[in-house]
Structure formats: structure tokens, C-alpha cells
């Protein structure tokens, strides 16, 4: 049986930057990842200049952008985490700041908007693919002395002992680790085969992704339509006239059955008042939202972070930077812990980091549920609930900054 300090599973985005975040520690990590390893980034940014070259693939209303349909918006604190750690990718390319934002209410009237210099900032935030920033993120992995890398490995079980757990792979493999972390998301195997419980219900949207070309240039700006079927997101990318869209919808079925032009057109009456034309879009894809919650986030020798830890509804595009805050405060629990000879999966130590996490990622869940109701609702009360308030944050410079903020990660 094989020694280890940490073993993550999961090698995503949050599994991926916790790894590095180790480096350090003096703590031997291995990280197990399922899925094969990802593509070096010279070797995705090679893909991404030849696509560029070809950035005209257009066939009537089907796009071929070669952008990756699932993208994160990186507020500050992110950045500069995955900057500290190697993991802020260096491709122009696959990531485009943000220097405003404007949200629209489809069935009422009102609107909000605030930008960076309202808050003294470049931006808001970064709009980045998300395979661009694990492949960053994998390199700087891949020199890591006290880091092990296994993928193409699934996790069969594991099992509590006196000094931490046992984990067993499907290959036969065994590992004994002082501290088993989660990071393997929503549906998290660690989760489950610890017993670990958690509160989950399920949104009733699904969210239709993919990348469309507009008529006029985005401008930087982030927008957002409430619709009756869901909130609709238009994100900015490199190129001036792509955006990544987020349509969070109760109607997934009839959205995907459209046609490329009629899917266009569609968007266009959403969004054409403030966007002009929606020109072609690429491949759609669509996966269902659901909230969930660890009642424990830690228990003697293991921790989740993550998805594994939470899932939150994409409105306000903030789930992968608490995941990335889990990682950052958790590698900083186990610096310190390592700094004071303690032990890496003892449950004094682990709760610092829940105590510390929890509450911030209970909070940003319930605000992204009141949201969520707040616009879902159909009711001419709460309409004109929603309506007066955006119009109030909109003309109350403290409230708008205070959203700018708190968007920006500032």
C-alpha cells in the first residue's frame, strides 16, 4: 500500500488549483482523476491560433467558433489566486475581461447597470474557458516534486482507519492518506461512499450553453435578460462580436429542438434592443441545475470543496470562484498546520477551514435562491416588487457600488 499526506480526488479546476496551491507544504499529495489528463496549454492555445485563423466558419446561422461552450466569469479574488499559484493562463485568446454589466427584467421595465471605474477597477472580472485554465493549471502540476498525478483512475472505495483513510482504486491500487479531499463535484463519489449527507433540490431549469456571433461588438459589457423561462446571460470573449451564452431555462427541450437560425432569432427578440442582431451560433449543450449543500464540509481526515461541497444556480456566475476560495483557504489551513507539526486530517484543523468557508458559501446560496424566485415568479406583486428594486439599486450610487464590489470580488 502506497503512503500519502492529501489525496485529491478530482482533477477539475478546483482539485487542479488545490494541488497547487500545496506547493510548499512539505506535504506528499496525489491527485486521482477519472477522466484522461488535459492538453497542455501550448498544445490548446496552438488549437486556439489555427482556429482564430478560421474565425469566419460560418454556414448561414451555424457557427464553428472553435471557443469552448463552457466558460467561468473570474472575479478579482480568483485571479489573483490562480496568478499566485501558475494558474492564470497566458493566451489572450481564451479569455476576455469585463468592464461592465447590465442586467434587464424582460417582463417589466427597469434595468440596472454599473461598470469598473465606478469601483476604480479595470474590470469586473474575466471572462476564461475553462479548459484554458485547467491546462495552465496542469502545467504547473506537472512540475510539482511533492505531487503525484494519476489519471485515467477511478476511485472503487474508501474507508476510515486510525491514521486517516484508505483509499482503494478500480485498478486494485491501494493508497493510505492522512487526508482524503473531495474535489470531485456535484456528484461527488467521496461524498457518497464517505456518507457524507447533503441538503440538494433541483432548480427545474436546465442550462443551454453555446457560443453565438453578434452583428455589432459586444463592447466588454456582461449582459443579462430575466426571461418568463429563466435567466438569460450573454458573456463577452475575445473576439468582439462572440459571446458565450448561459440560457438557464424551464423550457430546455423546445430551446435545443430550434434550428440554428430559428435559435438566433429567438435571441435576437430577447436581447435585440440592446445587442442588434444575433448572427449564428455554435454546437448547443445543456445540463441540469441543481442546488446542494454538505451539511459537513469535514470529518476526521477527509474534506470536500468544491461542487463537492456546494452547487449554486449560475445567475450571477459565482460557483466556481468559491470553489476556487475553498481550495485557496483550505491550502492555507494546511500550510499553517504544517508550520504548527500538525496533523494534516486532524478535525481541529480541517474546521478552521469549514468555519471559515461555510458560512460565506450558505450565504452567496441563499441569495442566488432569492434571486431565483425573486425573477422566476410570474406574480404582478412580486413583479413590481423586482422592478421598484432594480430601479432603486440602479439610482443609488452606494448600492451600485456596493454590486460592483461584491461581483468583482473586490
Same mark, same amino acid.
Given at each position: ?185 456535484? %456528484? ?77 432569432? %429567438? ?60 481550495? %485557496? ?6 500550510? %499553517? ?74
Amino acid at each position: 500500500m502506497d503512503n500519502s499526506d492529501v489525496v485529491i480526488i478530482g482533477g477539475g479546476l478546483v482539485g487542479l488549483a488545490f494541488a497547487c496551491a500545496l506547493k510548499g507544504s512539505g506535504l506528499q499529495v496525489t491527485l486521482i482523476e477519472s477522466q484522461s489528463a488535459p492538453r497542455a496549454s501550448d498544445e490548446l492555445s496552438s488549437d486556439a491560433a489555427q482556429t482564430a485563423s478560421h474565425r469566419s466558419n460560418r454556414d448561414g446561422a451555424q457557427l464553428i467558433s472553435g471557443v469552448s461552450p463552457r466558460v467561468s466569469a473570474i472575479n478579482g479574488k480568483s485571479r489573483r489566486f490562480l496568478s499566485q499559484i501558475g494558474g492564470w493562463p497566458d493566451d489572450a485568446g481564451c479569455k476576455a475581461d469585463y468592464t461592465g454589466m447590465a442586467v434587464w427584467d424582460t417582463q417589466g421595465t427597469a434595468s440596472i447597470n454599473f461598470s469598473a471605474s465606478e469601483i476604480q477597477q479595470d474590470c469586473l472580472g474575466t471572462i476564461v474557458e475553462n479548459a484554458a485554465i485547467v491546462a495552465t493549471l496542469y502545467d504547473s502540476a506537472m512540475v510539482l516534486d511533492n505531487l503525484k498525478l494519476m489519471y485515467e483512475t477511478e476511485l472503487e472505495s474508501v474507508d476510515s482507519t486510525e491514521a486517516g483513510y484508505a483509499i482503494r482504486l478500480k485498478d486494485g491500487q491501494e493508497i493510505q492518506s492522512r487526508l482524503l479531499v473531495g474535489a470531485d463535484g456535484g %456528484q461527488s463519489r467521496v461524498k457518497q461512499l464517505a456518507g457524507l449527507k447533503s441538503i440538494d433540490w433541483s432548480y427545474h431549469q436546465t442550462a443551454v450553453v453555446t457560443t453565438v456571433e453578434l452583428d455589432q461588438p459586444h463592447d466588454n459589457i456582461a449582459r443579462q435578460w430575466f426571461t418568463a423561462s429563466g435567466p438569460l446571460a450573454l458573456l463577452p470573449l475575445n473576439q468582439p462580436n462572440y459571446c458565450s451564452v448561459v440560457w438557464s431555462s424551464t423550457e430546455p427541450d423546445q430551446i435545443l429542438a430550434l434550428d440554428a437560425q430559428a435559435f438566433c432569432d %429567438q435571441l435576437t427578440r430577447i436581447t435585440g434592443k440592446q445587442t442588434q442582431a444575433v448572427l449564428a451560433c455554435d454546437k448547443r449543450f445543456s445540463f441540469p441545475l441543481t442546488q446542494r449543500h454538505a451539511v459537513q464540509y469535514t470529518r476526521d481526515g477527509l474534506a470536500l470543496i468544491g461542487d463537492a461541497a456546494h452547487t449554486i444556480h449560475p445567475l450571477a456566475g459565482q460557483g466556481v470562484n468559491l470553489g476556487f476560495a475553498d481550495a %485557496q483557504t483550505l491550502a492555507q489551513t494546511l500550510h %499553517q498546520c504544517r508550520l504548527e507539526g500538525q496533523n494534516p486530517g486532524d478535525l481541529k484543523v480541517l474546521k478552521r477551514y469549514e468555519n471559515r468557508r461555510k458560512p460565506e458559501n450558505m450565504l452567496m446560496a441563499a441569495v442566488m435562491e432569492g434571486f431565483k424566485r425573486l425573477f422566476g415568479s410570474d406574480d404582478p406583486g412580486v413583479r413590481w416588487l423586482r422592478n421598484s428594486g432594480l430601479r432603486l439599486v440602479n439610482g443609488a450610487r452606494p448600492l451600485k457600488t456596493m454590486a460592483a464590489k461584491l461581483a468583482a470580488g473586490a
